[in-house]
């Protein structure tokens, strides 16, 4: 799916949910593991993991509104950066990639939540992204009153979660799990009441057979640990995990 004549030889995972679902959290517990198993990772996110993308994310998400047009066109301003800078070189490399929200959180948000044309931001995301599809994306999934409940008790609350608009947040996640209808073989959906060690484990035996037969991915001790990822809890060997973050 993202050989692309040879050229993209590593795996793009992302993670997508409403809010408080725990994809943080997640991102980097499934580095952690993966690095233990001798993939090389990179992390990143969405908005963010470039200075444009960072410097977009603090506007964005805490300084200004802008209407749900502009909010598309800025989030994917950010990701073609993204994209450029960081994703497709790591790709390149032969790394997992790991990032928390990409082009659905834009379906999702500004197209099932505000009610932007779904096809327009679907265009906008290709010409963004280009041709880059994950090869999974991890949906947590959780109920919109517990995930904003859970939002409030961290310091960190951006604009989309201090509005409070119950109707919104809920066709959001909506939107999230239709997108994961209509493709299941990308998708994987997890409950998010799940605990987090739980979340982990179907996380990373979800990505294990995917991984498995991936040869070209780079690796620190493949010969060691051909197929450890779900079982492997041991610490990380120093092997390269960039978080940009
Ligand atoms: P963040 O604090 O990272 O939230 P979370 O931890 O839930 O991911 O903020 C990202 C916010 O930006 C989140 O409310 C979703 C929103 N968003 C969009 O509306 N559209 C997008 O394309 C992206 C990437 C994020």
Partial sequence: MHLDGGRRRGFFLTLEGPEGSGKSTQAHRLA??????????TVTREPGGTLLGEEVRQIMLHELSPVPAADALLFNAARSQLVAEVIEPALARGDVVICDRFTDSTLAYQGYG?????E?????????????????????????????RR??????VNRFESTLDLAFHRRVRDGFLALAAAEPSRFVVLDGHL????????????????????????????????HGLPGEMSEPKGTSVRMDK
């Fill in 151 to 156: 939002k409030r008790d961290s310091a960190e």
């Fill in 114 to 118: 505000a009610g932007q044309s779904i």
């Fill in 32 to 41: 952690g593991r993966l690095t233990a198993a001798g993939y090389h990772c």
């Fill in 120 to 148: 327009a931001l679907r265009g906008l995301a290709i010409y963004a992204a280009g041709d880059l599809v994950p090869d999974l994306t991890i949906l947590i999934d959780l109920p919109v009153e517990e995930g904003l």
């Fill in 195 to 226: 605990s987090p060690e739980q979340i982990e484990i179907a996380v990373a035996e979800a990505l294990r057979p995917r991984l498995s037969d991936r040869t070209e991915l780079r690796r620190s001790n493949a010969e060691l640990r051909p």
